[in-house]
C-alpha cells in the first residue's frame, strides 16, 4: 500500500466516524420526542463526558497492549452500536445510558489515538499541514452529519434513521483502521516519536511544567465555547425561527475552507497571535448571536465568523501543543490535549443546559462569549510574552 493511499484511507476512515459527534448536536431534538428538556440532555452527555475522561486516560494502555489501529477500528465498532441504541430508544433509560456510555468510550479512543497514529506517519515540519488536513475530514463529518440529518427529515424520514445509518458509517471506519495497522507500521517516519503511550501522574506532572500547558488549558476552553453555541444551535435556531441546517452547512464549509487554507501553513514566527486574533472572531461571532433577531442573513454570518475563529485556530493549536511537548513525552501530550478537549465538549452542555433552562439563551451566550475573550487574552500573553 502506497504512503499517499495510506493517509486516504485514514482520513476516509476519521471522516465517517466523526459524524458521530454532529449527530449529538440533534439530542435535543430527538430527546424532545421523548418530553425531555435541554437540562436531560446535558446530564446524558454529563454521562458520555466521564466516560470519555476516564478512556483518554486509558487510551494509552489500551493502545500499548493491543496497538494503536486496533483499538481505533474498537472505536468505530463501539460507536456503531451506541448510535444503533439511539436510534432505537423510545424513552430515557438504561438504554440511552448505555448509549451514551459507548460513544465516550469510543469516541474518546478515537479522538485521542488518532492524531498519535498522524505524529507517527508525519515530520514535525509537516504537523500544522497534516494536522489541518486531518482536521478537514474531522470537521466535515462534524458539521455535514446534522445537515445530512436535515436533508433526511426533510424527505420524509425521522431523526433515528439518521443515527441508524452514521452507525453504519462508524461500523466501515473500524474495519478500515484495522486493515491499516501493517501499513501504518511500514510508513513511519524514522524521527517520530513511539514511546509507550500511557498517562501517569508523573507525565501528566512533566507535561504541565512544560511549555504545552498553555495549548492544553486553552482547548478545554475553547472546546466549552465550541459546545455552548453547537450543541444547542437548534435550540438557537428554533427561538430565531431559522434552520438549524443553514447554520451548519456555512459552519461546515467555511471551516473547511480554512483548513484547507493553513494546509500550506507551517506555523510562521508567530502562531498565538494568529491563534488569538483568531479567537477573538470567534467572541465577536458569539456576541453577533444576541442580535440576530430572526435573520437568516445574519445568522449565516454568524456561523461564517465563528467558523473563522474557532475552526481555523484548532488545528494551530493541537499543532502548538505537540510542537511544546517534549520529545519524549508528544504521545501523552496529545492525550492530555484530548482529555482537557473533553473536559469542556461533553462536561459544559451540563451548565449550557441549565443556562438556557433557568436563565435563556442570551445568558449562554454572554457566558460564552466572556471564555472566548479569556482564551483570545491567553494566546496574546504567551505571543507578547
Request: glycine fraction near 8%.
Amino acid at each position: 500500500m502506497s504512503r499517499s493511499f495510506v493517509f486516504i484511507l485514514f482520513f476516509i476512515a476519521v471522516f465517517l466516524q466523526s459524524g458521530t459527534y454532529g449527530l449529538t448536536f440533534l439530542l435535543p431534538d430527538l430527546f424532545a420526542q421523548f418530553g425531555s428538556n435541554e437540562k436531560d440532555v446535558g446530564r446524558v452527555l454529563l454521562v458520555t463526558a466521564v466516560v470519555t475522561l476516564t478512556t483518554v486516560y486509558y487510551s494509552g494502555h489500551l493502545s500499548d497492549l493491543f496497538g494503536r489501529l486496533r483499538v481505533l477500528a474498537a472505536s468505530g465498532f463501539s460507536i456503531a452500536v451506541a448510535l444503533l441504541l439511539f436510534a432505537l430508544t423510545e424513552e430515557i433509560g438504561v438504554s440511552v445510558l448505555v448509549a451514551s456510555a459507548l460513544i465516550g468510550f469510543g469516541w474518546g479512543l478515537m479522538y485521542t489515538l488518532a492524531p498519535v497514529v498522524l505524529t507517527r506517519i508525519v515530520t514535525a515540519e509537516s504537523r500544522v499541514q497534516m494536522f489541518s488536513l486531518y482536521s478537514v475530514f474531522l470537521m466535515a463529518g462534524f458539521g455535514l452529519s446534522p445537515v445530512f440529518a436535515s436533508v433526511l427529515t426533510d424527505w420524509g424520514y425521522e431523526i433515528q434513521d439518521a443515527f441508524k445509518l452514521v452507525a453504519v458509517f462508524c461500523a466501515i471506519s473500524g474495519t478500515v483502521f484495522l486493515l491499516l495497522t501493517e501499513p501504518v507500521r511500514v510508513h513511519a517516519v524514522s524521527d517520530a516519536a513511539d514511546n509507550r503511550s500511557k498517562l501517569s501522574v508523573v507525565a501528566v506532572t512533566a507535561i504541565l511544567k512544560s511549555k504545552a500547558w498553555l495549548p492544553i488549558t486553552m482547548v478545554c476552553i475553547g472546546a466549552s465555547v465550541f459546545a455552548g453555541v453547537n450543541n444547542f444551535q437548534t435550540v438557537i435556531a428554533t427561538a430565531e425561527g431559522l434552520d438549524y441546517a443553514d447554520y451548519f452547512f456555512a459552519y461546515t464549509i467555511t471551516t473547511i475552507l480554512c483548513r484547507i487554507g493553513l494546509a500550506r501553513y507551517k506555523g510562521g514566527a508567530s502562531p498565538y497571535r494568529i491563534i488569538g486574533v483568531l479567537q477573538s472572531v470567534m467572541c465577536i461571532s458569539v456576541l453577533l448571536f444576541l442580535v440576530i433577531d430572526g435573520s437568516r442573513t445574519v445568522y449565516i454570518l454568524c456561523a461564517i465568523l465563528f467558523a473563522i475563529g474557532y475552526g481555523a485556530s484548532y488545528p494551530v493549536l493541537a499543532a502548538m501543543a505537540a510542537n511544546d511537548a517534549k520529545q519524549e513525552l508528544v504521545p501523552q501530550t496529545i492525550q492530555l490535549f484530548s482529555l482537557t478537549y473533553f473536559i469542556g465538549i461533553f462536561g459544559f452542555p451540563l451548565i449550557a443546559g441549565w443556562l438556557i433552562v433557568d436563565f435563556g439563551i442570551a445568558t449562554l451566550l454572554i457566558c460564552v462569549a466572556l471564555l472566548a475573550a479569556i482564551e483570545a487574552t491567553m494566546a496574546f500573553g504567551r505571543h507578547f510574552r
